[in-house]
């Protein structure tokens, strides 16, 4: 799971201002701008070439699909997507406390200065995702597949990873405080000598003095 290239960055067209009463039905939306609005539940639909901006989205998500679109400064906590799909995704500056993330494939999604503490990732797979300056503290990543994985300047203290391995995945610049995982996840994952310190514990290892 070597990361060989960073996420390729959502292609937005020219947008028009929309409005979720107006213009999203469940087919979903294209090349629309949304402002300050409140996204309510989706069953299904594709959301392709959009611009989410300060929006509040709540609740259950099904079978949704966002592709090249960019979330710039929402509020997300506790949402849950269950079998949708983020092709080509940027979350900037958003609020994810609580998110949960279900049965669902990500690939070149990127997490910038977004406040993301107790998100969950189940039965997900995960390709050429990066996060920056962000709070994942809490952090859970339950049988998650991931390949070509970025992170820098991240929280993951108190993190669980559950039958999630990490071999390849760069966690040096990561604060591991009170990381938890199962028996074999941090097998070939890189760290730096004073983390390896602090994780000995989690492979049984004794320190002597």
Known sequence: MKKEKGPCAPALPALKAGSFAENMAEEGASALRFEREVLPPLRSGVFSGCLFAKCRIFGHHRLANFEDVLFSGCDLSNAVFYGCGFSRVRFEGCKLLGLRMEESLLSDLVLSECMARDLS????????????????????????????????????????F??????????????????????GCLKGAVVSPMQALDLSRLLGLVLKE
């Not at 995702?129 to 929280?155: H, M, N, P, T, W």
């Open 121 to 160: 990732f189940s039965d997900c797979r995960l390709r050429r995702a990066e996060a920056a300056d962000c709070d994942l503290s809490g952090a859970g990543f339950y049988r998650v597949g991931l390949k070509e994985i970025g992170l820098q300047r991240v929280s993951l203290s108190g993190a669980e």
């Open 162 to 183: 559950f039958q999630t391995p990490l071999e390849g995945v760069d966690l040096s610049g990561c604060d591991l405080s009170g990381l938890r995982v199962s028996e």
